[in-house]
């Protein structure tokens, strides 16, 4: 089937570009996707998705399937190598949030999302068998872009005023974009990951994460509701071994399709046992093993050029150290539809605004994951207890363990009052009547984010920061700074002009909803702050609150 012409093109049908198509057609966006793969099947091993990802799905209208398909996580505890208890936090519902955090299958998550896009719409919505090749001329406000059948081998060309390369590590539409890149960059970890029906183990709802990889570090969780149901457990287990490479261009492809052995991986696990669970006796009983490096690239300057942007491990691949890969490709599905529809019908000017809000914001995260703060610590029990201990507290000092709590805020990058207290990320609305967690369905042209329903005629606010720094806020209906609030029906996610002197430049910026129906709380991040103003519309727009809160 040829990809016919489309609004939006999303190359790649994995979880950021299945989210990017409901999102954007949510927001009365027409979008067509394609995969070279032929057939999509349930392939791949389990993943975590955070609330702040779970939130998003859940507004889309998969709510009920990801609770019947995934497990909700209870609770992440650190153990060493002899199953002693480091530490510990709830998760999801259990540690506040809204939303629960899910451990799933990452091929049944994708089949979840591949059957919502084919049942809104449409089967031919999702184009198999075919690839990106290059972009070509533009034509006006079209982009002609060259496509490739995979089963003939023919090129033809489809015309899309916007192009979204969401085709994973070894985007073909990145490597367009920034030739000569290289490729992914190893940091000396080899992974092996499996899945195997077991008995329940450390409660049922655990991610049990035990070791360091400094040497050798296991992950273990379920990930199969049926089999919770069942009273068994679908295990997904993950093993890290370090080998001593600098990080650095690995050579080979990282596939992650490649078949490990399991005499490779079992001599650096001999003799674990973490709490109930035999951790050799699981390795052994896993039918397949992948194994593949942990890689990632370097933070990019800039994602796209023109109508052309990345989205998820094709923009920003990060070592899974935060659980936070696929979660950030939903962050930015949903972002991109929403900076798309605030400022249609300019294409490329909603692009740019997506990448504003996202590509500092995912480039910390790589950063952060990268510098691995929870494992530092995990190594740091090895050495001073090689032999196991008894109390925790006779190993790391109370400042350390507290530590590990930062350790998680980093890599995650959303906390509980964060991600409860901002409005979403989606543009639409569910029918009247509808229960929650029903199908947002999509605006006609631009509409108010359902969270803002104030009205305020114009403002301009001025602030200095205790750092000096000072800010100049206007109202903005189109995420152009400077333009004026008219209307509360052209309400989004706005950004905000900001005016800084000095070198406290603004990084990224929203709008959610205040306390009351009567005034809203605008927040924008700097360098080193983030400054929040509540405005009182029955004010007339003038800043009757202001607080500043420095990190």
Not at 59 to 69: I, P, V
Not at 87 to 107: D, F, N, V
Request: hydrophobic share 40%.
């Amino acid at each position: 089937m040829n990809a016919a012409n489309a609004d939006v093109l999303v190359a790649g049908a994995g979880i950021g570009g299945l989210t990017a198509a409901l999102s954007l057609h949510a927001a009365g966006i027409g979008v067509r996707v394609i995969e070279p793969v032929q057939v999509l099947r349930p392939v791949g091993v389990g993943i975590n998705l955070l609330p702040h990802a779970v939130r998003e799905l859940t507004e889309l209208g998969l709510g009920e399937q990801l609770a019947a398909t995934g497990v909700a996580t209870a609770q992440m505890v650190h153990y060493d190598r002899h199953g002693n208890r480091i530490w510990g936090e709830p998760r999801g519902h259990a540690l506040g949030y809204h939303w629960p955090q899910y451990s799933i299958h990452r091929g049944a998550l994708q089949m979840i999302l591949l059957d919502a896009v084919r049942e809104r719409l449409g089967e031919r919505a999702v184009v198999t068998g075919t690839s990106f090749v290059r972009c070509a001329e533009t034509e006006g406000q079209l982009l002609r872009v060259i496509l490739r059948d995979m089963a003939r081998g023919r090129e033809h060309a489809v015309r899309v005023r916007a192009l979204i390369g969401a085709d994973g590590l070894y985007s073909t539409v990145r490597a367009r974009l920034h030739p000569g890149e290289g490729p992914p960059l190893w940091n000396g970890i080899r992974m092996w990951r499996g899945v195997a029906e077991w008995d329940p183990v450390l409660g049922g709802r655990t991610v049990a994460i035990a070791g360091s990889n400094a040497h050798a570090k296991l992950v273990v969780y379920p990930i199969s509701g049926e089999a919770e149901r069942r009273g068994r457990a679908l295990l997904n287990w993950v093993a890290e071994v370090r080998f001593p490479v600098e990080h650095g261009a690995i050579s080979g492809a990282a596939d992650w399709n490649r078949t490990g052995r399991l005499s490779d991986v079992l001599p650096y696990f001999a003799g674990w046992r973490i709490g109930d669970l035999d951790v050799p006796a699981l390795l052994a009983a896993t039918r397949r093993i992948l194994e593949y490096p942990m890689v990632d690239r370097e933070p990019l300057p800039r994602w796209g050029r023109g109508p052309v942007t990345l989205l998820g491990d094709a923009a920003h691949p990060m070592y899974p150290v935060g659980s936070n890969g696929g979660s950030q490709a939903v962050l930015d599905a949903r972002v991109l539809a929403r900076s798309l529809a605030v400022n249609d019908p300019d294409r490329v000017a909603g692009l740019r605004a997506y990448e504003e809000v996202r590509r500092e914001a995912t480039a910390a995260l790589v950063l952060a994951n990268r510098r691995m703060p929870a494992d530092r610590l995990l190594q740091v029990v090895a050495e001073r207890a090689p032999e196991g201990f008894d109390r925790v507290e006779d190993v790391l000092t109370p400042e350390e363990l507290a530590e590990l709590d930062a350790a998680y805020r980093w890599t995650t990058g959303t906390d509980v009052a964060e991600l409860n207290g901002r409005g979403s990320w989606g543009w639409g609305r569910a029918p009247q009547g509808a229960p929650p967690g029903s199908p947002l369905r999509p605006l006609p042209g631009r509409s108010a984010h359902p969270d803002l329903r104030m009205r305020c005629d114009r403002f301009s606010i001025r602030s200095t920061s205790a750092r000096g720094c000072r800010h100049t806020f206007r109202g903005c209906s189109t995420g152009r700074a400077g333009q004026p609030f008219r209307n509360a029906s052209n309400w989004s996610s706005h950004q905000l002009g900001t005016h800084a002197p000095d070198r406290h430049r603004k990084t990224a910026s929203k709008v959610t909803s205040g306390a009351s129906p009567s005034s809203i709380v605008m927040r924008t991040r700097m360098s080193g702050c983030s400054l929040g103003l509540v405005i009182d519309s029955r004010q007339g727009g003038k800043c009757t609150k202001s607080s500043e809160r420095f990190q």
